[in-house]
């Protein structure tokens, strides 16, 4: 999953310029991407929330130890990215003001409700600053999650999935659809930055994952997932597509896909289904996905900028598609190797101690210890991290994560 979802926001990212020179396949590839494009921001948020309670199962981290690790884990790599970002829109020729720039460098940027600020120079990273937001009240939310009854588990999830769209039709009832964004998206400024940018909005889908992973280790999750898994993602496509008005499909139509192929995935890889995707070659992505998902933008943007932005042929873009991602996951692994892996060697806490909000997540019933501990065998949190910000709790990147059941 991890690395199947990063390739796919390097070739949707290639899409998003535009570069063909038929004006119908930039269209048909916006049709195509921009519903799966908003999902996958829910999805991997949602995966956050799910790894994380997943693997802080059965251990004991102090809140503090945690955020540490978190820096550790994330902000070296974001900061070399925010970099090459930075020189590269320098190297094309565009000169933004620094200090529009640097709320992004301090994660800051969600809370400002103005996008070209938001955006910074490495747009992706934006999601690493609602993130952070997430990290900082995940001692508080897990013992909350614990507390919870296992037969409410699936009623609170659809609770969660129901807010978000009860605040996106509020937003699209009550904000007018002026100042459009101009990517071509049908998405007023206000309107994307209230239902897909503003953190506290965006917690309830990392609360629906750690909903989610609880109810895989409680053992809850229900049968015939498979067929339910794909329909979902079919009839939520067309319904963000072309029934409910934009930006409200976006957001709540691939929704409960997003839950549905979550818990369905994890039982899957518990139960040891074999995929039809390159295992090997995916693995390899997934632990690198990080890395590649924070260095992509400037190779993809600031690499068709300095290309001139030029209209090109199918087979040209299909090309510079490939070149484009090979250059990313080359570059990826650089900064894997290089900095993610060394500087979170270096600035995470050696010890671990005990933390209230750790002890207090602990279920009152054992049965949870084992399958949280085959969960980890199995792979399931694996060679963190999964999505654009998630990761072990408690393991080196690229490392299986260790239970402590």
């Given at each position: 999953m991890r690395?199947?979802?990063?390739?796919?926001?390097?070739?949707?990212?290639?899409?998003?310029?535009?570069?063909?020179?038929?004006?119908?396949?930039?269209?048909?590839?916006?049709?195509?991407?921009?519903?799966?494009?908003?999902?996958?921001?829910?999805?991997f948020f949602t995966l956050s929330g799910f790894v994380l309670t997943w693997t802080i199962a059965g251990q004991s981290t102090a809140a503090r130890d945690f955020w540490r690790k978190r820096?550790?884990?994330l902000y070296p790599v974001h900061a070399a990215t925010w970099g090459l970002a930075f020189l590269t829109l320098l190297a094309a020729?565009?000169?933004?003001?620094?200090?529009?720039?640097?709320?992004?460098?301090?994660?800051?940027?969600?809370?400002?409700?103005?996008?070209e600020i938001f955006w910074g120079p490495n747009t992706p990273a934006w999601t690493l600053s609602a993130e952070a937001f997430f990290y900082?009240?995940?001692?508080?939310?897990?013992?909350?999650?614990?507390?919870?009854?296992?037969?409410?588990?699936?009623r609170v999830a659809a609770g969660l999935i129901a807010i978000t769209w009860l605040w996106a039709g509020v937003v699209?009832?009550?904000?007018?659809?002026?100042?459009?964004?101009?990517?071509?998206?049908?998405?007023?400024?206000?309107?994307?930055?209230?239902?897909?940018?503003?953190?506290?909005?965006?917690?309830?889908?990392?609360?629906?994952?750690?909903i989610l992973a609880r109810i895989v280790i409680a053992g809850r999750v229900p049968s015939r997932l498979h067929f339910l898994t794909y329909a979902?993602?079919?009839?939520?496509?067309?319904?963000?597509?072309?029934?409910?008005?934009?930006?409200?499909?976006?957001?709540?139509?691939?929704a409960p896909a997003v839950a549905i192929g979550m818990i369905y995935s994890a039982r899957a890889d518990l139960e040891g289904k074999k995929s039809l995707w390159p295992q090997r070659f995916l693995h390899w992505v997934g632990r690198i996905s990080f890395s590649l998902y924070m260095v992509h933008w400037p190779v993809v943007y600031g690499g068709y900028l300095l290309m001139g932005q030029p209209a090109l042929s199918v087979p040209e873009?299909?090309?510079?598609?490939?070149?484009?991602l090979a250059v990313s996951l080359g570059l990826a692994w650089l900064l894997h190797t290089r900095i993610e892996v060394p500087a979170y060697r270096k600035l995470a806490p050696r010890r671990q101690s005990a933390t209230p909000a750790a002890d207090a997540a602990e279920p009152r019933k054992g049965s949870w210890r084992k399958r949280a501990?085959?969960?980890?065998?199995?792979?399931?949190?694996?060679?963190?991290?999964?999505?654009?910000?998630?990761?072990?709790?408690?393991?080196?990147?690229?490392?299986?994560?260790r239970s402590r059941a």
């Open positions: 690395g199947l979802g990063a390739l796919i926001v390097v070739i949707g990212h290639v899409a998003l310029q535009h570069p063909f020179s038929s004006s119908a396949w930039n269209g048909g590839m916006d049709d195509l991407l921009e519903p799966l494009a908003i999902a996958g921001v829910s999805g820096f550790a884990r020729g565009v000169h933004p003001a620094l200090w529009k720039m640097l709320p992004s460098l301090l994660l800051l940027n969600v809370w400002v409700p103005n996008l900082l009240l995940f001692p508080l939310l897990l013992p909350l999650a614990w507390k919870i009854r296992e037969r409410h588990l699936l699209y009832a009550a904000v007018p659809p002026t100042h459009m964004l101009d990517d071509g998206t049908a998405f007023s400024r206000l309107q994307y930055f209230a239902i897909v940018v503003v953190a506290p909005v965006r917690l309830l889908d990392f609360a629906v994952g750690m979902s993602i079919a009839v939520g496509y067309v319904v963000a597509r072309w029934v409910i008005p934009q930006p409200y499909g976006f957001v709540c139509a691939l873009v299909l090309l510079m598609t490939i070149v484009m501990a085959r969960g980890a065998a199995s792979g399931i949190v694996a060679s963190p991290p999964d999505g654009p910000a998630a990761g072990s709790a408690s393991d080196e990147p690229g490392r299986p994560a």
